[in-house]
Structure formats: C-alpha cells, structure tokens
C-alpha cells in the first residue's frame, strides 16, 4: 500500500506536520502545512463517517453485498460516491469506502485554504500538491521493493488507490501483493483498486492479463500491479523513481 514517506522542508509557518487520526475502523495519516487544515480533515472524518453508519443502521445489506447497490435519491453524499464507484467497476459499494472518506478530507482542507494536503486512509490516498511529493509502494513480501511514485505539483485533488491479496484486511480474490489506481476520482480509484487486485492471479501473464479490469473506464489515468518479482504498469502513472520506504510511516488498517 502507499505511504507518503518524504517530506519537504519545513517552512518558515512552521508546515509541513504530519498527524495520525484513528475513528473507529478509520485509521489515516493526515499531511498539511497548517494545524487548522488537518481540524478540517479530522472533522470532515467525523461527519462523512456519522452519517455512513447511520445510512448502513437503516440498510445493512449496503454494507455486505459485493454486487452493485441500487442508491436510494435522498442517501448522504458520502454513500451517493461510493455507490457510482462501486457499480462503475461491478461491484460492491463498501470497496470505495476509504478512497471516498480520504477525498472528502482533502476536499475540506482544501476550502479551509490548504494547498498541500495529503489524507491515506489504510493505502488509499488523496492529495493535493503544492510541491513534489514522493509515495512510497509497499508491496509486502515481494522482492520489489523500495519504489517510490513522484506526484508533480498540482491544484486539483487526484487520488492513487491501493488494494492487495497478501497485505491488508481488505477482502481480495486475488493474490496480488499490490495493486494500485491513478485516478482523479479517489472513489473510483479505490473501487477499481478493488476489481484490479480481484484479477491477479500468478506470474507474469497474469500481471499483464489483470488491466483488464480498469481499460477503458472513463476517469482511470493509469495502474500499476506489483505481484512476487513482478511488477507491470498500464496508462499514465506517475513517475517511478528509487525510495526508501519508511515502514513507520505506513497507515495500516
């Protein structure tokens, strides 16, 4: 899963501090320059998580089924993205819950005036970059390792989603030890990082063979499968550049 493991230097305000906020199942890393912009991505936390558990209190199927979900009209914008993220990709709402809670974080940090804002909730992460940010690919027991992907500054919001067979406690059908979405859409990158990871089987043939999963739906820039001592990239990703990985810095879930 990814870990936003190098920092800039500190500027003169004091920026850029790093916090880890936990919310029940809710484990997140929070980045920003300022004290005021990570308040506002632990509140946004609180609310989009609030008003989640009482959709699910009122239809827990939402919360089991792996099948696309048909959204009620008047459901909180929270479930209204995991839904088209889900039935986008054919599956499950749930699978687009971390990228959807890590995106309307940012969204907040951003209209509290933040211009570098980075939320990973377990590996799914969105951010917005005023200056390169180098994130860390932590693919478990694979021999690929230490690979870093530089996100170039930018002043929209973008997301890299992170889904894995042999790391984690999300439910995977497949066996790959990382398998990560570039989208500008961090709900549907979590969800496609769900349906990729599905399809990777062993070996090489598999790697290539699980793009499938994500060519050719509208809003995915690009993925990247890591699975034993193979590693296969597809679209427009980041570039990849040598890292080390710092494990403390990892969200785990």
């Known amino acids: 899963m990814p870990d936003p493991m190098k920092e800039p230097a500190k500027e003169p305000d004091g920026g850029p501090i790093k916090e880890h906020f936990q919310l029940r199942e809710t484990i997140v890393t929070i ?14 936390i609180r609310t989009h998580r609030a008003a989640l558990e009482t959709f699910i209190l009122s239809d827990p199927y939402f919360q089991l089924t792996l099948e696309p979900y048909e959204c009620p009209e008047n459901a909180p914008e929270v479930v209204k993205r995991m839904v088209k993220a889900g039935n986008t990709m054919g599956i499950g709402p749930m699978s687009a819950v971390a990228g959807t809670i890590s995106a309307l974080a940012v ?39 230490n690979l870093g992907l530089v996100f170039e500054p930018r002043d929209s919001i973008t997301g890299v989603c992170t889904s894995a067979g042999t790391v984690g406690p999300s439910i995977s059908f497949g066996i790959a030890d990382a398998a990560a979405v570039f989208s500008d859409d961090v709900s549907l990158a979590d969800a496609a990082a769900t349906a990729l990871g599905n399809e990777v089987g062993t070996g090489k043939e598999s790697v290539e063979a699980s ?17 034993g001592e193979y590693i296969g990239v597809w679209g427009q990703i980041p570039g990849i550049t040598r890292a080390r990985i710092r494990y403390e810095h990892i969200t785990k879930a």
């Open 107 to 145: 969204e907040a940090m951003v209209d509290a005036g933040a211009r570098y804002a980075i939320v990973d909730n377990g590996g799914d992460i969105a951010l917005i970059n005023d200056r390169p940010v180098v994130v860390g690919i932590y693919a478990g027991q694979s021999s690929v390792k």
């Open 31 to 44: 980045a920003a320059d300022r004290q005021a912009h990570i308040e506002a991505a632990k509140e946004a």
């Open 211 to 227: 793009f499938k999963a994500v060519k050719g739906i509208p809003g995915i820039k690009g993925a990247l499968v890591i699975q």
